[in-house]
T-cell receptor, first 113, second 114 residues
């Protein structure tokens, strides 16, 4: 289901560079999330957003910045990339109702050299 | 905070056999338990979920059971097929601080041998 799209799918950059990962959803879901997936850790929440202009930290927010000027977009920025931020990043969205699943994008594989 | 443990980390079964993946959670306030399947290089996809007011749910070859008292829940796949090979994640969630807070297990890599 192409309701949530991420770009780029793959990115290689160097330490200290700024990089932005894009996420766009067409479902008009209020809630959007950014996770990172690392071997042995499963999926860990970086930031989430309840609506446009409302964002909050998750479990591992350090080194990341988010914004949400429009409901459908939720970009994630690494202001000064570090090797420890090499990971697969997933964006997700859900309806603003209790006990509803989150739906994931295809992910961005980010390598920081 | 919530802690979700998932076992086993890897599981190999013969085609046609059953597979069982078990998860435990720590927060008794968790009330929604989704299961995701992730094929190599692809997105996690919801395959089944269960809410805390239900003890068991079934969808064709997949079933999930929940024991709230013991704080554990399990995924059962019957008559496994090669296309069931993937990584499976359990999760426990609750409404907290204005959003559905989801804690994921670390995943089980299931291999179905033809």
């Amino acid at each position: 289901d192409a309701g949530i799209t991420q770009s780029p799918r793959y990115k290689i950059t160097e330490t200290g560079r700024q990089v932005t990962l894009m996420c766009h959803q067409t479902w008009s879901h209020s809630y959007m999330f950014w996770y990172r997936q690392d071997l042995g850790h499963g999926l860990r929440l970086i930031y989430y957003s309840a609506a446009a202009d409302i964002t909050d930290k998750g479990e591992v927010p350090d080194g990341y910045v988010v914004s949400r000027s429009k409901t459908e977009n939720f970009p994630l920025t690494l202001e000064s990339a570090t090797r420890s931020q090499t990971s697969v990043y997933f964006c997700a969205s859900s309806e603003p109702v209790n006990n509803q699943p989150q739906h994931f994008g295809d992910g961005t594989r980010l390598s920081i050299l | 905070g919530e802690n979700v443990e998932q076992h086993p980390s890897t599981l190999s079964v013969q085609e046609g056999d059953s597979a069982v993946i078990k998860c435990t959670y720590s927060d008794s306030a968790s009330n929604y338990f989704p299961w995701y399947k992730q094929e190599l290089g692809k997105r996690p996809q919801l395959i089944i979920d269960i809410r805390s007011n239900v003890g068991e749910k079934k969808d064709q070859r997949i079933a999930v059971t929940l024991n709230k008292t013991a704080k554990h829940f399990s995924l059962h796949i019957t008559e496994t097929q090669p296309e069931d090979s993937a990584v499976y994640f359990c999760a426990a969630s609750r409404w907290s601080g204005g959003y559905q807070k989801v804690t994921f297990g670390t995943g089980t890599k299931l291999q179905v041998i033809p």
